[in-house]
């Protein structure tokens, strides 16, 4: 191999490292950018700290009020209530999205709802059954029925549908819940249960033990 040529093939070589080098830099902009937009296509994020840390799951009363999404008509307010049940008790008046808890003496604290879509509705009265924080969601059978892509189980944390707390009203498979989606309190989209956001229900669920007396109307009668 002659001076000459092995100058050559160092040059080459050299040149071949520069433009790999100057393809990175030119490329990692375009990176960086689309990671960063992951999370506005729907994906989830993968980095550290993305979900709430321990003590903000246990008690999400005191996270930062979700009041902003809501609409004033939706928002947690005390207001005036003409009605003979006792202080204690839920009232759910769907065709309204609220839910009344009644303080007595003619007020209540009034809190946004989503209530069950059309073909779910229902009305009655139950009592709170049993109790709990940040609960694991089993689809019950004739939902998956309905929607066969459903998880059959879901453990409870930020990203479950039935969000930081659940009331169950006696045996049946509707509750009064948290949600990880703010957006549709306001909105009868449920396949039955009522949905706060989860400051409202975390609300709640401190102020009412089990026994707590439910009555669900689909037209007020306050």
Same mark, same amino acid.
């Given at each position: *191999? =002659?001076? %000459?040529? @092995?100058?050559?093939?160092?040059? /080459?070589?050299?040149?071949?490292? +520069? ?6 830099? @030119?490329?990692t902009p375009f990176i960086v950018t689309t990671s960063a937009n992951a999370q506005a296509l729907g994906y989830a994020s993968t980095q ?6 321990? %003590?903000? *799951?246990?008690?999400?009363?005191? #996270? ?18 003409? =009605?003979? #049940? ?7 008046? +769907? ?6 808890? $009644? ?11 989503? $209530?069950?879509? #059309?073909?779910f509705t229902w009305a009655g009265t139950q009592t709170i059954s049993r109790k709990a924080e940040w609960p694991?969601?089993?689809?019950? /059978? ?6 066969? !892509?459903?998880?059959?189980? *879901? ?17 049946? $498979? !509707?509750?009064?819940?948290? =949600?990880?989606?703010?957006? =549709? ?13 989860? /400051?409202?229900? /975390? ?17 007020? #009668?306050?």
């Amino acid at each position: *191999m =002659t001076q %000459q040529s @092995f100058s050559s093939r160092r040059l /080459a070589s050299r040149a071949a490292r +520069t433009f790999a080098f100057a393809g990175v830099l @030119f490329v990692t902009p375009f990176i960086v950018t689309t990671s960063a937009n992951a999370q506005a296509l729907g994906y989830a994020s993968t980095q550290p700290g993305a979900f709430p840390s321990d %003590q903000a *799951m246990t008690d999400p009363s005191t #996270e930062a009020t979700e009041d902003g999404v809501l609409p004033e008509r939706l928002r947690r307010t005390t207001v005036a209530l003409n =009605t003979s #049940e006792a202080p204690g008790t839920i009232i759910i008046d +769907t065709g309204n999205t609220a839910l009344y808890y $009644v303080l007595g003496g003619g007020r209540a604290i009034r809190y946004g709802v989503g $209530v069950g879509r #059309e073909g779910f509705t229902w009305a009655g009265t139950q009592t709170i059954s049993r109790k709990a924080e940040w609960p694991d969601w089993h689809p019950p /059978a004739e939902m998956i029925k309905r929607q066969p !892509y459903l998880p059959r189980f *879901m453990a409870g944390g930020p990203g479950n549908p039935l969000g930081a707390r659940a009331m169950y009203l006696g045996t049946t $498979v !509707y509750r009064i819940h948290g =949600t990880n989606r703010p957006d =549709t309190i306001g909105t009868a989209i449920s396949s039955g249960c009522s949905r706060l956001v989860n /400051a409202d229900v /975390a609300d709640l669920y401190n102020r009412v033990p089990v026994g707590t007396k439910v009555i669900i109307r689909q037209k007020p #009668e306050l």
